[in-house]
């Protein structure tokens, strides 16, 4: 019998014979076959994410709209698209890839502030689902776009439901300071005034409270003022047919226990039956949850530096490619691909951009020399969809996992893709 160890926390990513898999496929074979940084995701654990949702709902009218901007890599939204998911997008590039995965775009739903022209015109003659519209100034340019094509847009007006998601304060929007959805007491009066227009078609109403979140309480917090809301504009004539709940559902980073999809979802539903809403149909929005922990960025160590302070453990990738430390002082585990004997030190793990900000890993254990591998985990949600070029670097490869294949959907960037658009100015 093979030395087999699950690493807790990810089910897909195991330590065999010493050297760390993701699914059947040894990270190290996949680092010299594609170099460094190389993000790595396992489709198991996307699927089993999705189930999750599924399982929740079962019985229901729900549609499970994954969010894009988590991780918006072709082969990605490949996976949803085969398996049947829905998805949220907040830009007319995020459509444009979620029509060339092969998606449905009747269960395409288009979220964001700040809409243009041009995006609203894309999305509508693409026939998507629903225009989930942030302002009353988006709800008239909206209609006059429709109009113009001779079209209605299907809309649902994201509410703010001024709860506490008691995440990290840029990722928390459903608070009254934040830009995001129409103020809780504006609600009946915009939805009014929507319904009132020719080229909109009221169809459902809207809200996200934030991200990374790992309690119920928030959602249950915001169901019960967003079933206030659909009870006062059902009172004023007006039908909802659909029910979207965002996204945000938290993962664990490092010890954090969200609820899972299944278990939320029974209790909100069990809220919303009491309560009388329960056959409308349900829309959600995940994200991170859906990815999160499907990735990791595998990296080389380059140098090892003691400094007089702390020690550094010096990587080649950097806040470009994993920016979430950099942005939201954000933990990532960070573990050594192959098993080594001796003792660790702590060291800070950063790359080589040049920004103090440009940590990956701040005091961890680690044993490294230069040439080891490591992995930084729960790499899926928002690190390649956020990468940069920052200092000319280009973007990473991507590898998708299934079972014991390992797929490339994304390419090294070269310096060439990088020059291509740019020009002398004389
Ligand atoms: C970002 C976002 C999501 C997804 O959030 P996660 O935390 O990744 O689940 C869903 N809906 C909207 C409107 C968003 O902006």
Known sequence: MTDRTVLPGHPHIARIAGDLHVEGVPLQSLAREHGTPLFVYSKQWMLDALNAYRRGFEGRDAWVCYAIKANSSLGILRVFAEAGCGFDIVSGGELTRVLASGANPAKVIFSGVGKTRAEMKQALLANIGCFNVESEAEIDVLNAVALELGRRAPISVRINPNVDPKTHPYISTGLKGNKFGVAHDRAVPVYRHAASLPGLEVIGIDCHIG???????????????????????????IRLHHIDFGGGLGIDYNGETPPHADALWKLLLARLDIRGYGDRRLIVEPGRSLVGNAGVCVTEVLYTKPGEDKNFCIVDAAMNDLPRPAMYQAYHQIVPVAEKNGAPTTCDVVGPVCESGDWIGRDRALNVTAGDLLAVLSAGAYSMSMASNYNSRGRAAEVLVDGTRAHVIRRRESIEDQLRNEQFGT
């Not at 991200?211 to 019960?224: F, K, N, R, V």
Request: proline residues 4%; without cysteine; charged residues 20%.
């Open 211 to 237: 991200s990374q979140i790992t309690a119920s309480a928030p959602y249950l917090e915001a169901l019960e003022r967003v079933l206030d809301l659909v009870e006062a504009i059902e009172a004023a004539g």
